[in-house]
């Protein structure tokens, strides 16, 4: 026994100033500096024979909501992809919200057309996915935080044969949990005019890159 250090030292890397990356608060963006409020959901979206989607739980930020969605298949109930090209659509859920205003965000198919009538008011982005097989989880960033008494999560997953479902989550309860957030210190500074840091800073204004919509009004009919 010696009182060596187990692990050897880290190697002391090369100093590139160009690589050094600064600490921004994107104001769309989940805050760095906020630890959210938990909230056990457990709310079932859609369960059938083979496949159970669940809200599992919410993060609740005065800035927004994480919401978290679990998917589990039955062993044996998992398909066969038909084709590449279909990987994309087949493998997941599309998930979508529906905001009290009756607003709508959520996945749309890659390189979809895009109304010049929509308003980047609202934002839903995937932030988090992991999993394979027969269990899978995402999570998604709402911003800013929705108005009204309700938020609706919508799911539909035809692949194995999870028909447009919904469920509703109560906006007054993550409204209380979010007041709890934990400020951990000062933020960093916001993004200043003329300072560029690349598509993602800029990609929830759009949704494009998660296949999420901005939001747009539909009338329902009466």
């Not at 959210?36 to 079932?44: H, R």
């Not at 979809?112 to 934002?123: I, Q």
């Not at 979010?178 to 840091?197: I, N, Q, R, T």
């Not at 690349?198 to 009919?221: C, I, K, L, N, T």
């Amino acid at each position: 026994m010696t009182d060596a250090p187990f692990f050897d030292p880290w190697p002391v890397p090369e100093l590139d100033e160009d690589s050094q990356q600064r600490d921004i608060d994107l104001p769309w963006m989940r805050p760095v500096h906020v630890a959210g409020v938990v909230v056990p959901v457990a709310a079932d979206v859609h369960r059938g024979d083979d496949v159970v989607v669940q809200v599992t739980h919410v993060v609740a930020y005065q800035r927004g909501l994480e919401l978290h969605v679990g998917t589990w298949l039955r062993p044996g109930a998992r398909r066969d992809l038909s084709s590449a090209e279909d990987i994309w659509r087949e493998q997941e859920p599309r998930i979508g919200v529906r905001l009290a205003d009756g607003s709508r965000l959520g996945h749309r198919p890659p390189h979809a057309a895009t109304s010049p009538e929509l308003e980047a008011r609202s934002s839903f982005t995937q932030s988090s996915g992991d999993g394979g097989g027969l269990r899978c989880s995402s999570s998604w960033w709402l911003h800013p935080f929705p108005a009204g008494d309700e938020l609706r999560v919508v799911v539909e997953w035809e692949h194995p044969g999870v028909p447009e479902s919904s469920v509703a989550l109560d906006l007054g309860a993550l409204r209380a949990a979010a007041a709890g957030e934990e400020v951990l210190w000062d933020p960093p500074p916001p993004l200043g005019e003329g300072d560029s840091f690349g598509w993602f800073a800029y990609a929830p204004m759009s949704g494009d890159s998660y296949q999420s919509s901005r939001a747009f009004h539909v009338d329902e009919p009466d």
